[in-house]
C-alpha cells in the first residue's frame, strides 16, 4: 500500500472511531452538547421542582407550587447582567403582550428568577420588573429566600451558573415552560418566541 493510501486508511480509522465516540457520549446524533442533552431529557421525561421558598419584588414569599394548575414560563437572569438576561427581559415582554389577556395570570403565568439573591433584593427585583413591564402579578420576579434554595433550583432546571472576572456570572440561558403538574416539561430558545407563544396557545 502507497504511503498516501497508508494515511487516508488511518485518517478514516480515526474519523470512524472519533465518531463512534461521540455517537456513545452524546445519546447518539440526537444530542451533540450538554445543553440539547438536557432539553432532550425534559422533553421524555418532565422534571418535577423543589419547593423552594421565593421572595417576589414586593417582598412577598410564594413556592412554584403555588402555580399549579397553571402553565409558567420560567427565566433565570441577574438584575446587573446588561447582556443576556436583557435579551431574557425583552423576550417575556414579547411572550406577555402575545398571549391572550384573558389567559395570563388565570391560566398561564412568568416568573424571573435572580440567581444573584445577595444582591437582587426586592427593590433592585422591583426596578428590573419596571424595565420589562413586569407587573408583579402575571409576571413576577423573584429570588430564593436561601442558599440551598437557590441550588435546588439550579440543580432542578439544568442552569449553570459560573462567576466571571468582572463580578458578574456566565449562565445559559432559555425559556423553560413547567406544566399544569408543576413540573419542567419544555426548554426552548429565546429566539423561538413565535413558536413557544404558538404551543401555549394551543393549551389555554
Not at 457520549?25 to 452538547?33: C, E, K, L, Q, R
Not at 441550588?151 to 449553570?160: E, P, Q, S, Y
Not at 408543576?182 to 429565546?190: A, N, S, V, Y
Request: with cysteine; charged share 25%; aromatic share 10%.
Amino acid at each position: 500500500m502507497k504511503s498516501g493510501a497508508r494515511n487516508f486508511a488511518a485518517a478514516v480509522a480515526v474519523a470512524v472511531l472519533g465518531t463512534t465516540t461521540l455517537w456513545w457520549g452524546s445519546d447518539g446524533f440526537t444530542a451533540f452538547t450538554s445543553e440539547a442533552a438536557r432539553r432532550l431529557s425534559v422533553l421524555e421525561n418532565p422534571r418535577p421542582l423543589p419547593a423552594v421558598a421565593l421572595e417576589d419584588q414586593d417582598g412577598r414569599r410564594f413556592t412554584l407550587q403555588d402555580y399549579r394548575g397553571r402553565l409558567l414560563a420560567v427565566e433565570f437572569i441577574y438584575t446587573r447582567c446588561e447582556t443576556i438576561c436583557y435579551s431574557l427581559g425583552t423576550v417575556f415582554r414579547q411572550i406577555r403582550e402575545q398571549v391572550p389577556a384573558a389567559a395570563l395570570g388565570r391560566e398561564f403565568a412568568l416568573l424571573s428568577i435572580s440567581f444573584d439573591p445577595g444582591h437582587d433584593e426586592p427593590a433592585r427585583l422591583r426596578d428590573y420588573g419596571r424595565r420589562f413591564g413586569a407587573d408583579g402579578g402575571d409576571w413576577r420576579i423573584a429570588r430564593p429566600a436561601d442558599a440551598d434554595g437557590l441550588r435546588a433550583l439550579l440543580a432542578a432546571f439544568g442552569v449553570v451558573v459560573i462567576p466571571d472576572a468582572f463580578g458578574g456570572f456566565e449562565h445559559n440561558a432559555a425559556l423553560h415552560l413547567v406544566g399544569r403538574d408543576g413540573r419542567l416539561e419544555e426548554i426552548r430558545d429565546l429566539d423561538a418566541v413565535a413558536p413557544f407563544v404558538a404551543a401555549l396557545g394551543a393549551r389555554l
